[in-house]
């Protein structure tokens, strides 16, 4: 079975101390959802945060100033982006560097035979057939260990992504009016225009026109 998600790293929120975060995960990776804890969700907007952010002070203060500064910010940059894993085989392709999940729409462009960048260096890379992708981890990883992604399964599998990101959009909606009331529908606004949740997948495509 395939399982696609939209994940962050959580490199950014390690003491973090603007507001309450949940402890990280082992593999740093938090799978965004309408599930999350109020403290998954405290993680998540402090990656958000600090990642289009160069202050780094620990003053609670500094909290508002930093949710406003991720409002001016041209392009919403997020650590992380698409966790794909094949439950039978075990093999787990993780977001590549400098991917982002701000484009995490990309791989609907396979739909459409087009090629797929996963990030620099060591990242995930594709080879395209015409039913079905096989994506490897990364560069070095032995030939047998691949995942093969039906083609007419990515629509699903990216709905359902597109279906998280929707339910944690809600969360971080409840967060903001708790810890940035004034800024909340604002903040919501961005995060759903810098991460291109709102726009349903069958309608578009990030830099489509239409």
């Known amino acids: 079975m395939l399982i696609m998600d939209a994940v962050l790293e959580t490199y950014d929120a390690v003491d973090f101390a603007l507001w309450p975060t949940a402890a990280p995960s082992a593999d740093r990776l938090l799978v965004l959802s309408g599930h999350l804890s109020p403290l998954e969700v405290g993680t ?6 600090s990642y289009n952010s ?7 203060e500094v909290g508002i100033r930093r949710i406003e500064e991720l409002l001016d910010v041209d392009l919403v940059i997020a650590p992380g982006g698409i966790l794909l894993q094949d439950t039978a085989t ?11 999940l701000e484009n995490w729409r990309d791989w609907l462009g396979l ?3 087009e090629e797929l960048w996963l990030g620099h260096d060591t990242a995930a890379h594709i080879e395209q057939q015409e039913t ?6 990364e560069t070095d ?12 399964e990515l629509p699903d599998l990216l709905q359902t992504v597109h279906n998280k990101l929707n339910g944690f959009l809600a969360l971080a909606e409840q967060w903001a009016s708790r810890y940035a009331p004034a800024s909340a529908p604002a903040l919501i606004a961005k995060l759903d225009e810098g ?3 709102g726009t349903p997948l069958d309608n578009s495509r990030v830099g489509d026109p239409s």
């Open 132 to 137: 079905l992708v096989r994506v490897w981890p």
């Open 54 to 60: 160069d202050d780094r002070a620990s003053d609670p």
């Open 141 to 152: 990883t032995p030939a047998e260990r691949f995942i093969e992604l039906p083609v007419a």
């Open 195 to 197: 991460l291109h949740i």
């Open 111 to 113: 739909l459409h035979g």
């Open 44 to 49: 998540a907007m402090a990656v958000l945060t």
């Open 90 to 100: 075990g093999v787990v392709i993780e977001p590549g560097c400098c991917f982002g």
